[in-house]
């Protein structure tokens, strides 16, 4: 298979949702000649749930066509928007101010609402210079108490299509917000797809991602969060791109020296449409923002497939700060990927020390499973 015709297989996900001829104004909805509402169970504009709830309908059903104009609406907290099927083809910002902002997929399946775009770091900006990997976030969220249902985050940006651009990190989204939590959610991309991050150095976001999926090659998880990734799939792709492996890495995060907890994995998986051993499990992102970072992941209680080298499964990002000197570990792993061939290249917790990792040692007195 060529480059080419691997790209336009991977921009395929935008046009294969249920709401796609709807957001792209060619077909009128299955439902409108049944009558029922593109908001399912969620009420519409006439019945409202309550006034704080909006509706977004690309075609004009709801109070807004675009998920942003509704998001620049809702302004205080504790506001709600209900997305009908649809592909929502714009950038999206969630400011600080927005706090306890609830966003649901109306049918209740992530793969009918797919909010996307397609820059990249090095995409060039109108007004010069070019959009950095923050800049190329599909949908940013900074403020605090953000919870999303049965929503697919998107950057269909590829490589095939720029080879003159060498800022290949499209991040899908970028989560900076404490006690932000994604269920049922997918988040597809290449480079940096999902950006589970902090607002500063000195502040220890609280994130939590359940029953989701999401897809990459190079660092397609990575940041600073405090995070925990509970009963998700993680699926690494195939390129066409590279003669040899490594194709990428799984997870890149930077948690700050001072926070105790950085990424915890727990009865998720770990797939790959690539060959054997072809990908890292993690490697250690130390940036030039903050020397003092000791990167955290634990992956335990999970399946990992043939994808992974077991072998070695990690590797060093940056010399003078190699992936033994910080702070990974695995605990009852199962699978090809989670082999241990190599005992000093997986270092293992005890069940002592894995009583310390748990999704309520990570994220305190906030426990956002309740009610999933």
């Excluded at 990997?133 to 697919?152: C, E, H, K, N, P």
């Excluded at 994130?207 to 993680?234: H, I, K, L, M, S």
């Excluded at 293992?348 to 906030?366: F, V």
Aim: charged share 20%; hydrophobic share 35%.
């Amino acid at each position: 298979m060529t480059g080419r015709s691997t790209a336009l297989s991977r921009r395929s996900f935008v046009l294969a949702s249920a709401g796609a001829a709807l957001a792209l104004g060619t077909a009128a909805p299955a439902h409108a000649s049944r009558g029922r509402s593109p908001f399912g169970r969620y009420g519409s504009p006439d019945h409202r749930l309550d006034e704080r709830t909006l509706y977004v309908h690309a075609g004009g059903a709801g109070d807004f066509t675009t998920v942003q104009a509704a998001v620049t609406a809702a302004t205080g907290t504790g506001h709600t928007l209900v997305v009908a099927p649809g592909v929502y083809r714009e950038t999206v910002a969630v400011s600080t101010a927005r706090k306890d902002m609830t966003w649901i997929g109306a049918s209740g399946d992530a793969r009918d609402v797919t909010v996307v775009y397609d820059n990249a770091a090095g995409t060039p900006k109108p007004g010069g210079g070019t959009y950095g990997t923050t800049g190329s976030a599909t949908t940013l969220v900074q403020g605090d108490g953000f919870t999303a249902r049965d929503i697919t985050f998107a950057n269909d940006w590829l490589r095939a299509d720029h080879p003159g651009i060498s800022g290949t990190q499209a991040v899908a989204l970028k989560v900076q917000g404490d006690r932000s939590a994604f269920v049922r959610c997918r988040f597809l991309g290449h480079q940096d797809t999902l950006y589970a991050d902090s607002m500063a150095l000195g502040t220890f976001a609280r994130q939590y991602f359940r029953d989701c999926y999401a897809e990459g090659d190079v660092d397609f998880v990575f940041g600073r969060a405090t995070a925990v990734f509970e009963r998700c799939r993680f699926h690494t792709l195939t390129r066409t791109d590279l003669a040899s492996a490594p194709y990428g890495f799984v997870f890149a995060p930077s948690t700050a020296g001072a926070n105790p907890r950085g990424y915890l994995v727990t009865r998720s998986r770990i797939t790959s449409g690539a060959p054997d051993a072809h990908y890292k499990l993690a490697r250690p992102w130390v940036p030039s923002s903050d020397t003092t970072a000791r990167p955290m992941l634990t992956v335990r209680e999970s399946r990992l497939g043939a994808g992974i080298d077991a072998v070695s499964p990690y590797t060093t990002m940056s010399s003078g700060f190699p992936w033994q000197d910080q702070r990974f570990a695995e605990y009852r792993n199962t699978g090809p990927g989670a082999r241990i061939t190599v005992p000093e290249n997986r270092p293992q917790l005890t069940a002592e020390e894995a009583a310390a990792h748990t999704r309520e040692a990570y994220l305190g007195d906030w426990a956002p499973w309740e009610g999933c």
